[in-house]
T-cell receptor, first 113, second 114 residues
Framework: AQSVTQLDSQVPVFEEAPVELRCNYS??????LFWYVQYPNQGLQLLLK??????LVKGINGFEAEFNKSQTSFHLRKPSVHISDTAEYFC???????????FGDGTTLTVKP | DGGITQSPKYLFRKEGQNVTLSCEQN?????MYWYRQDPGQGLRLIYY???????QKGDIAEGYSVSREKKESFPLTVTSAQKNPTAFYLC?????????????FGDGTRLSIL
């Protein structure tokens, strides 16, 4: 079984400030990890994914995430946020021996001017 | 452009009525998924299909049914047995059902009870 915990349900931040959205996972086997973004009344879009190799993964819109196997974490970061980054962010995990993804409950990022 | 089309965007259901949500993809993906999203919660898997003419129950399949007669189409029926159907429904697809394949999502259907 696998699970995902997003540690913050809401993260308010001022424009041009850095942000970190935290994600911890649990799995008995090796995993693949994903971050998705959802704008209001839309579906999810892939931001980035970790499959293997380098633990620092760069995605779209200036986001990056670091896979930490010892701490079972996959935190999402951006050095300087924009108003347009206001959205809900989901962390997801799937295992290397099954295709089903498990999603976290989401973190609402609100960027204030 | 390739993508996933869900229709309608908004749907209203009367008590005791079955309704069907449409999902079509032109990405040539083998795997398709239906999720339910409630406020403040993540996505919960209803059904998934790895290939045409095959589908499996997800975590919350009770009160729902699906079919996969064509590769491009994966409709979801919300039956009258689903007692709390008000939610945002998302359809997704991936190249295959392998765990390393990211999912592509439609823009959702919001279902409400009259």
């Amino acid at each position: 079984a696998q699970s995902v915990t997003q540690l913050d349900s809401q993260v308010p931040v001022f424009e041009e400030a850095p942000v970190e959205l935290r994600c911890n996972y649990s799995s008995s086997v090796s995993v693949y990890l994903f971050w998705y973004v959802q704008y209001p009344n839309q579906g999810l879009q892939l931001l980035l994914k970790y499959l293997s190799g380098s633990t620092l993964v760069k995605g779209i819109n200036g986001f990056e995430a670091e896979f930490n196997k010892s701490q079972t974490s996959f935190h999402l970061r951006k050095p300087s946020v924009h108003i347009s980054d206001t959205a809900e962010y989901f962390c997801a995990v799937s295992s290397t021996n099954a295709g089903k993804s498990t999603f976290g409950d989401g973190t609402t990022l609100t960027v204030k001017p | 452009d390739g993508g996933i089309t869900q229709s309608p965007k908004y749907l209203f259901r009367k008590e005791g009525q079955n309704v069907t949500l449409s999902c079509e993809q032109n990405l040539n993906h083998d795997a398709m998924y239906w999720y339910r999203q409630d406020p403040g919660q993540g996505l919960r898997l209803i059904y998934y299909s790895q290939i045409v003419n095959d589908f499996q129950k997800g975590d919350i399949a009770e009160g729902y049914s699906v079919s996969r007669e064509k590769k491009e189409s994966f409709p979801l029926t919300v039956t009258s047995a689903q007692k709390n159907p008000t939610a945002f429904y998302l359809c997704a697809s991936s190249k295959s059902h392998r765990g390393d394949q990211p999912q592509h999502f439609g823009d959702g259907t919001r279902l409400s009870i009259l």
